[in-house]
């Protein structure tokens, strides 16, 4: 069955709540996990700047032979996933807002997404929303400096006060105004997952779209025999070890290998992006 590796890709360590998903589902694959930090927050820069990005990556996982890639980024994939497809002839698995699951769930009909300004600005939510938000409101809440904020994560930590009240600004509006559903829209969001339920309580459902991505990456490769996983056929045996994964950054490699480690939860190496 095919090696090739899968490129997963964010602005940041935002992808890495969505490579947990796909490492889980897929074992066997050997992945390889670009952080663009030096060009972080992506939910600011112009539409040309992030494609710009997406392309260079997405050359980059090529070079390398991969079988797929996985924008691991709402951003990102608003703006660039249809010129990636236009461009490459493997599989690119891009990512949305779980709006229609949200819809589907909400009993108030009055649901929240915390997003970035580039992805609720973007032409594909628009569209997202004109699909799926019917007899609902949807109350779209952007974070300005959310993201920075988490990749500042001081040593690693990123449980602290300034994240908690920048949290609390964005959030007690959408809770006050009487949501039930929230949409984390951002990669980068359910990271701090934990904080998020402590501040809106437990009576609101918290949605991401981590685990859809990672399904459809498995089916996107299920339907082409050519690359179809690894080591699929059998259940994952507990004495197979899980294929490594790489770590790449375009920003301080340092940092990254500590933040990247907190988060993983297992010590990551990271290699400098050279682009
Ligand atoms: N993690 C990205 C997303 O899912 C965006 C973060 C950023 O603004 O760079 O939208």
Redesign the pocket.
């Known amino acids: 069955l095919n090696k090739q590796i899968i490129g997963v890709f964010?602005?940041?360590v935002?992808?890495l709540s969505v490579l947990s998903h796909i490492h889980q589902r897929l074992p066997n694959e050997s992945l390889l996990y670009v952080a663009d930090t030096a060009f972080?927050?992506?939910?600011?820069k112009s539409e040309q700047t992030v494609q710009d990005r997406c392309l260079r990556i997405t050359s980059f996982f090529a070079a390398r032979q991969c079988k797929a890639v996985v924008i691991?980024?709402?951003?990102?994939t608003a703006a660039a996933v249809y010129q990636l497809r236009d461009t490459y002839p493997f599989p690119i698995v891009g990512?949305e807002p779980a709006v229609k699951p949200a819809m589907q769930h909400s009993r108030s009909k009055v649901v929240g997404i915390l997003?970035?300004s580039?992805?609720l600005g973007s032409d594909k939510f628009q569209q997202l929303k004109q699909r799926f938000v019917k007899d609902a409101t949807l109350i779209v809440q952007p974070c300005p400096g959310l993201?920075e904020r988490i990749e500042q994560g001081e040593h690693g930590d990123l449980n602290n006060e300034a994240m908690r009240t920048l949290l609390r600004s964005f959030l007690d509006p959408l809770v006050q105004q009487g949501i039930d559903t929230l949409v984390l829209?951002?990669?980068?969001y359910p990271l701090i997952a934990t904080m998020i339920r402590e501040i809106v309580g437990d009576s609101i459902s918290i949605i991401d779209s981590g685990d859809a991505i990672a399904r459809e990456l498995e089916r996107r490769l299920d339907i082409r025999l050519d690359i179809q996983s690894v080591g699929k056929q059998t259940e994952p045996q507990k004495t197979q070890q899980a294929s490594p994964i790489e770590f790449w950054s375009s920003g301080d490699i340092q940092h990254a290998d500590v933040l990247m480690s907190r988060l993983w939860g297992n010590p990551v190496k990271t290699k400098k992006l050279p682009f």
């Open positions: 964010d602005s940041g935002g992808g972080m927050p992506y939910g600011c691991a980024c709402n951003t990102a990512m997003a970035t580039g992805t993201v829209g951002c990669t980068h």
